[in-house]
């Protein structure tokens, strides 16, 4: 079946490409997230930006004065997305600072591309329902899932 996953990238005061980070690196990132996780008949808003700018969305929406490296916001309440319809089903948006991205590879000994891959398989996982910040066994729960997505699509995709 031909994907029909839509991603919507846009920038927020920062200019792309940023380092090796651009719109076809950060579209495939999406659209190979949402493969792993057999969704289709997606669509998902990306918002790249730099930290001045996630720091005034989190100060606003999560009341937490510190930028942030991203920020998501389901559309939905239901737990997964519905495979079933026929339309496409927005997930919600993605807010990610690339210069945070950039701060916490040097921080974590990984590439860019590496860490960005990592924030976008988290972030979709909380578009699409996961939770760390509720308990521990969820957020367990959540790390495991991103770990078995970073090692099924991280060496596929950053040979791109």
């Known amino acids: 079946m031909k994907n029909q996953n839509k991603i919507n990238i846009f920038t927020e005061n920062i200019k792309i490409p940023f380092k090796e980070i651009d719109k076809k690196y950060a579209t495939a990132c999406c659209m190979s997230v949402l493969r792993e996780l057999d969704l289709n008949k997606k669509e998902i808003n990306i918002i790249l930006c730099s930290n001045e700018f996630i720091h005034s969305v989190n100060k606003d929406y999560r009341k937490k004065d510190r930028p942030t490296d991203v920020i998501s916001f389901a559309y939905r309440e239901d737990e997964f997305p519905n495979n079933s319809i026929d339309e496409i089903e927005q997930l919600g948006d993605i807010f990610l600072s690339l210069e945070k991205a950039y701060e916490q590879s040097i921080e974590y000994e990984v590439t860019l591309k590496e860490e960005f891959l990592r924030l976008v398989i988290h972030s979709i996982l909380h578009l699409i329902g996961y939770d760390h910040e509720t308990n ?4 367990e729960i959540m ?10 699509i991280e060496e596929s995709l950053l040979r791109t």
């Open 136 to 139: 521990e066994a969820d957020a």
């Open 143 to 152: 790390r495991s899932r991103e770990d078995k997505l970073m090692n099924s």
